[in-house]
């Protein structure tokens, strides 16, 4: 069998451990499929954590324990996190974003993988101890960032829909008010969709009133599942909200000035 320089080895790992985000590996598939001692892997995994660490790329974390290993945690440092929110923001402040009714147009940028990915690693670094068994979303265009989150957490994600399909069989359906327009709609889940007493994440683009946020709490406790954390792209500070649990967002909207320009800045929360 092939043997394999350090420079291979290391290379060979950082790329299985950053394809496998907080999914725990062992020292021994790395020592069969590159046919190394584990004290030699062992020796390569050091080296690459010390590297990510110190460019703040994330960090690998070991598991002790018979079925322990190691596993690689998605981060971002505080100067590039601030860099990439101060580059959102930017983008949001262009007035022809603006839509009657003063909304926000997001779409392009929900619909970026540079930005979606980046937005993702962010979020997922902030919930990485929650121990959440599901992120979950809604079917809109929040779904590219959720499932960037569930990557890197390493978790399932699911979809609330708003018309049930045959395809999906029988499915818990609950009325709630949305908060943008203020309407009476519905969103289901499949009953097979998720195991009962999890723990999940809600993950969106945007966030206004919460109103959609208290669906989904109220659609999970049909699971005798919990809501445990909220994670948005923007958040609109305009409007009171009144959510189940703590939120963290990545871009704060104030709205429109007299002049006509878009108020939004880094969240810090």
């Known amino acids: ?128 101890k929650s121990k959440a068994d599901y992120v979950i979303t809604v079917e809109t265009k929040g779904i590219p960032l959720a499932y960037e989150v569930a990557r890197y957490l390493g978790v399932p994600l699911i979809v609330a829909r708003k018309n049930s399909k045959v395809t999906e069989g029988t499915s818990v359906t609950i009325n709630y008010v949305s908060g943008t327009t203020g309407r009476l709609q519905n969103m289901g889940l499949a009953k097979r969709t998720l195991k009962s007493s999890s723990k999940c994440l809600f993950i969106d683009d945007f966030l206004r009133a919460g109103g959609t946020v208290n669906g989904i709490a109220d659609l999970l406790n049909e699971f005798d599942s919990e809501l445990i954390g909220i994670g948005v792209l923007v958040d609109n500070k305009e409007v009171t909200k009144k959510l189940p649990t703590p939120y963290t967002s990545l871009v704060d909207y104030h709205g429109v000035n007299a002049e006509g320009e878009v108020i939004v800045e880094g969240s810090t929360n």
């Open 1 to 128: 069998m092939q043997k394999y320089s350090r420079n291979s080895r290391i290379s060979a790992i950082t790329k299985l451990l950053i394809e496998n985000p907080n999914k725990i590996m062992s020292l021994n598939y790395f020592s069969e499929i590159l046919n190394a001692a584990k004290s030699t892997i062992s020796e390569d995994i050091l080296v690459i954590r010390e590297v990510l660490e110190s460019l703040e790329m994330g960090r690998v974390e070991t598991i002790a324990g018979a079925t322990g290993g190691v596993r690689f945690i998605a981060a971002m440092g505080e100067k590039e996190e601030k860099a990439f929110k101060t580059g959102l923001c930017e983008m949001l402040r262009d007035r022809s974003r603006i839509v009657p009714g003063n909304f926000l147009y997001i779409t392009d940028i929900m619909l970026d993988p540079t930005i979606v990915h980046r937005a993702g690693v962010v979020l997922a670094s902030k919930f990485a």
